[in-house]
């Protein structure tokens, strides 16, 4: 061979060594810190976007790695659903958490998904979470060493982001105002949280604030269609309900930041070569559950807000810990939470489907085949579940029971379709696998309905309504940190592979129900 190409050979072989391990000696960060914005849109993200300062949101999308095309391998999807699959990095179908409530057939009642051990009363905690989460392998990795810390304004988000093994999980409580935490964890008792409470608890100002726009432009702007000069809002925190309305205000996050920036040198984080986790939720969601058209400026103060909280988030925690040393992520639970929406008065078809009511009907038609009985033992969201003890008495084998079921429901107004456990059990068609990846047979009905969209689902028994929609809510997922390129990638990619993507990056194993591929 000539020898200059035997030259030329051996450079490239040693140039892509040299590539190769590069990438694999990416820069273990000190701190990981995973955003989880609760409903953030796509399309609000971008409009709103010429009221952003140029250190928050527009700093993440221009020097970060965005992902354009995000969804979640399931359905419904919730907060707690969607938090529970970005940190375990799986569905619903094997961590468990099918949303924030489910029917518990053992008592009969709707339960949380962070509802503890009977044995231990009022006692939140993730035993629901039946696999690891990513600040569990951490810990594991780490012999417990690593600091996991979760902070949010719910206590499901909390939670379920904190995992099994973490230091310790914040909220805001409903009927307080106060930052707390579960006897669960072992920072239970730590005096950082005690004095938090006393100057950066909505109990300690919410009462004494007001919400209104923070950027005067607001009133100028509107992404909406109504456009034009738009009404300010003015919003006080009174009454019973004002630590729940809080939190759907575009101030809550400001207080979920401080906390945070509080967490951060009270524990230790970042200081030392063993890597830290802290997972933070967000809202921007529509204020008090309106719909948009009543809470326009409000969602734009909101992600104005998002924004400037962002950047003050981001500039201490890379002072404190160094820019080369953290690793952020910022992603959405991928939910839109609305009024329901009267489509009748606009001549758009549509009804109100009553589950009591498509419960009874089911008994009668079970009751003429197999003699009278309460067939229906209870209902759920859109669930039934059926009275497996009466079956048996009657001699009904249950499949045939759910069968039956699917075969009469189908048939109903206002039902697009009807599935049977059985069903999602043991298909694995394409058209399927979004409803099996969000059921779990130990929290899911015997029958599980979907509504026709444009129809209004109405549970009298657990009070709950809401309308049906199919449509997609585009949101991003943006990494930004150390050794991470700016770029932006069009391919479609699921929520599930955050946690892979992570655990790679903090050279770790993949949380254990995990089995997608990292990003990169």
């Given at each position: 061979?000539?020898p200059?190409?035997?030259?030329?050979?051996l450079?490239?072989a040693?140039?892509a060594t040299?590539?190769?391990?590069?990438q694999s000696g990416?820069q273990v960060p000190k701190l990981?810190?995973?955003?989880?914005?609760?409903?953030?849109?796509s399309?609000?993200l971008?409009a709103f976007?010429?009221l952003?300062?140029e250190?928050?949101?527009?700093k993440m999308l221009?020097?970060?790695?965005v992902y354009?095309n995000v969804?979640?391998?399931?359905?419904?999807?919730?907060?707690?659903?969607?938090?529970?699959?970005?940190?375990?990095?799986?569905t619903?179908?094997?961590?468990?958490?099918?949303?924030e409530?489910?029917?518990?057939?053992?008592?009969?009642?709707?339960m949380?998904?962070?509802?503890?051990?009977?044995?231990i009363p009022r006692?939140?905690s993730?035993?629901?979470?039946?696999?690891?989460?990513?600040g569990d392998?951490?810990k594991?990795?780490t012999?417990?060493?690593?600091?996991?810390?979760?902070?949010?304004?719910?206590?499901?988000a909390a939670i379920?982001?904190?995992?099994h093994?973490a230091?310790?999980?914040?909220?805001?409580?409903d009927?307080t105002?106060?930052w707390?935490?579960?006897?669960y964890?072992?920072?239970a008792?730590?005096?950082?949280?005690?004095a938090?409470?006393?100057?950066?608890?909505?109990?300690?100002?919410?009462d004494?604030?007001?919400?209104e726009a923070?950027n005067?432009l607001?009133a100028?702007f509107?992404?909406?269609l109504s456009?034009?000069?738009?009404?300010?809002?003015?919003?006080?925190?009174?009454?019973?309900s004002?630590?729940r309305?809080?939190k759907?205000s575009?101030?809550i996050n400001?207080?979920i930041?401080?906390?945070s920036?509080q967490?951060?040198p009270?524990t230790g984080m970042?200081v030392d070569?063993?890597?830290?986790?802290?997972s933070i939720?967000?809202f921007a969601g529509?204020?008090m559950?309106?719909?948009?058209?009543a809470c326009?400026m409000?969602?734009?103060?909101?992600?104005?807000?998002l924004?400037?909280?962002?950047?003050?988030?981001?500039?201490e925690?890379e002072?404190?810990?160094?820019?080369?040393?953290?690793?952020?992520l910022?992603?959405?639970?991928?939910?839109?939470?609305e009024?329901?929406?009267d489509?009748?008065?606009?001549?758009?078809?549509g009804?109100?489907l009553?589950?009591?009511?498509t419960?009874?009907?089911?008994?009668?038609?079970l009751?003429?085949l197999?003699?009278?009985?309460?067939?229906v033992e209870?209902t759920?969201g859109a669930?039934?579940f059926?009275n497996?003890?009466l079956l048996?008495q009657?001699k009904?084998?249950?499949?045939?029971?759910?069968?039956?079921s699917?075969?009469?429901?189908?048939?109903l107004?206002?039902?697009?379709?009807?599935?049977?456990?059985?069903?999602?059990?043991?298909?694995?068609?394409e058209?399927?696998?979004?409803?099996?990846?969000?059921?779990?047979?130990?929290?899911?009905?015997?029958?599980?309905?979907?509504?026709a969209?444009?129809?209004?689902l109405?549970?009298?028994?657990?009070?709950?309504q809401?309308?049906?929609r199919?449509?997609f809510i585009a949101?991003?997922l943006?990494?930004?940190?150390?050794d991470?390129r700016?770029?932006?990638?069009?391919s479609?990619v699921?929520?599930?592979?955050i946690a892979?993507t992570l655990?790679?990056?903090?050279r770790?194993?993949a949380p254990?129900?995990?089995?997608?591929?990292?990003?990169f």
């Amino acid at each position: 061979m000539n020898p200059k190409h035997l030259s030329l050979l051996l450079l490239a072989a040693f140039l892509a060594t040299h590539e190769t391990t590069a990438q694999s000696g990416r820069q273990v960060p000190k701190l990981v810190v995973l955003l989880t914005v609760d409903q953030l849109r796509s399309d609000y993200l971008e409009a709103f976007s010429p009221l952003y300062g140029e250190d928050g949101l527009k700093k993440m999308l221009k020097e970060g790695m965005v992902y354009t095309n995000v969804s979640y391998p399931f359905s419904p999807v919730d907060r707690a659903s969607a938090v529970a699959a970005i940190h375990s990095g799986t569905t619903p179908y094997y961590n468990g958490i099918t949303g924030e409530r489910w029917f518990n057939r053992k008592t009969l009642r709707p339960m949380t998904c962070i509802d503890g051990e009977p044995t231990i009363p009022r006692q939140l905690s993730p035993s629901n979470l039946c696999v690891s989460t990513l600040g569990d392998e951490l810990k594991v990795s780490t012999d417990g060493k690593a600091v996991v810390y979760a902070i949010a304004p719910s206590a499901d988000a909390a939670i379920l982001s904190a995992g099994h093994a973490a230091n310790g999980a914040l909220w805001i409580d409903d009927a307080t105002g106060r930052w707390t935490t579960s006897s669960y964890y072992k920072s239970a008792g730590s005096t950082w949280i005690s004095a938090i409470n006393s100057v950066l608890s909505p109990a300690a100002s919410a009462d004494k604030l007001t919400w209104e726009a923070i950027n005067p432009l607001t009133a100028n702007f509107s992404y909406f269609l109504s456009g034009g000069m738009q009404k300010p809002f003015r919003h006080t925190f009174t009454g019973m309900s004002r630590f729940r309305d809080f939190k759907t205000s575009g101030l809550i996050n400001e207080h979920i930041t401080e906390a945070s920036l509080q967490c951060i040198p009270a524990t230790g984080m970042g200081v030392d070569a063993i890597p830290d986790l802290l997972s933070i939720t967000y809202f921007a969601g529509n204020f008090m559950g309106r719909s948009s058209s009543a809470c326009r400026m409000e969602i734009q103060d909101t992600y104005v807000r998002l924004d400037r909280t962002i950047a003050h988030l981001i500039s201490e925690i890379e002072q404190r810990v160094g820019a080369g040393n953290t690793l952020f992520l910022l992603t959405s639970t991928g939910h839109c939470q609305e009024e329901c929406t009267d489509y009748s008065a606009y001549g758009v078809p549509g009804g109100t489907l009553s589950i009591t009511r498509t419960a009874n009907l089911l008994n009668m038609y079970l009751g003429a085949l197999w003699g009278m009985g309460n067939y229906v033992e209870a209902t759920f969201g859109a669930q039934l579940f059926l009275n497996h003890q009466l079956l048996e008495q009657k001699k009904v084998v249950l499949t045939e029971a759910m069968q039956r079921s699917r075969e009469f429901l189908s048939q109903l107004s206002g039902i697009t379709n009807v599935y049977s456990a059985q069903q999602l059990l043991n298909e694995m068609q394409e058209q399927t696998m979004k409803i099996r990846n969000g059921f779990h047979p130990t929290h899911n009905g015997d029958i599980i309905i979907e509504v026709a969209p444009g129809w209004n689902l109405v549970n009298e028994d657990t009070q709950e309504q809401h309308t049906s929609r199919l449509s997609f809510i585009a949101f991003p997922l943006i990494i930004y940190g150390p050794d991470i390129r700016p770029e932006r990638v069009a391919s479609p990619v699921s929520v599930v592979r955050i946690a892979p993507t992570l655990t790679k990056c903090l050279r770790i194993r993949a949380p254990n129900g995990c089995k997608e591929e990292p990003l990169f």
